[in-house]
């Protein structure tokens, strides 16, 4: 596509829901990264992926965050038992690699745990 | 450990102002700098991308400096309008592990008033 996707726009999840965060990035982005950002803040690093390999998660906050992109394009973030910290913006980017190009960011999902 | 900082963190200028956005980091060691923007609510939209050996990139009424050795960078935005208004990120590209992270300030809030 044109830019990167992430659906859904907007989560409420209720605490200890499990939620599931998509993201479709550019085609033939090889760099994809997950980004955390809470209101106020810039965001945090969570997580990156060449093509498949996930080869950085140094940034997931807890074992409760996991993050695949099976076939090295579309990518999924997955919350287990949600938590009110977990509230925030859910940002994805990819780039053509690693980012010498720049980023590419969606719109983000905004996730809201009650 | 890269720091970056941004200031103001808030401004609010009349339109048609010419303005400065100040963006440093304290590791001189970076791949590019990047400039976004975020409206409410939204993601974020790259701007302007600067190389570590390039001195400033140009779009439009935008224009982004980059010195290295020193650790800083300005966006200058040219007849600002009321469209303008959004929070102005930067962040910087480093290595670490297998990895190029960004690095984020808290941005400067802009308004542009009609």
């Known amino acids: 596509g044109a830019g990167v996707s992430q659906s859904p726009r907007y989560k409420v999840a209720k605490r200890g829901q499990d939620v599931a965060l998509r993201c479709d990035p550019i085609?033939?982005?090889?760099?994809l990264f997950w980004y955390q950002q809470a209101l106020g803040q810039g965001p945090e690093f969570l997580t990156y992926?060449?093509?498949?390999?996930?080869?950085?998660k140094s940034g997931l906050p807890s074992d409760r965050f996991f993050a695949e992109r099976p076939e090295g394009s579309v990518s999924t973030l997955k919350i287990q038992r949600t938590q009110q910290e977990d509230s925030a913006v859910y940002l994805c980017?990819?780039?053509?690699?690693?980012?010498?190009?720049?980023?590419?960011f969606g719109s983000g999902t905004r996730l809201t745990v009650v | 450990k890269q720091e970056v900082t941004q200031i103001p963190a808030a401004l609010s200028v009349p339109e048609g102002e010419n303005l400065v956005l100040n963006c440093s980091f304290t590791?001189?060691?970076?791949?590019?700098l990047q400039w976004f923007r975020q409206d409410p609510g939204k993601g974020l939209t790259s701007l302007l991308l600067?190389?570590?050996s390039q001195r400033e990139q140009t779009s439009g009424r935008l224009n982004a400096s980059l010195d290295k050795s020193s650790g800083r960078s300005t966006l200058y935005i040219a007849a600002s309008q009321p469209g303008d208004s959004a929070t102005y990120l930067c962040?910087?590209?480093?290595?670490?592990?297998?990895?190029?992270?960004?690095?984020w300030g808290l941005g400067t809030s802009l308004a542009v008033n009609p």
């Open positions: 980017a990819s780039s053509l690699l690693q980012g010498t190009y720049g980023y590419t």
């Open positions: 085609s033939g982005h090889v760099s």
């Open positions: 992926f060449q093509n498949e390999a996930q080869l950085d």
């Open positions: 590791d001189s060691a970076i791949y590019n």
């Open positions: 600067i190389q570590s």
């Open positions: 962040a910087v590209s480093q290595r670490s592990g297998n990895n190029r992270k960004l690095i």
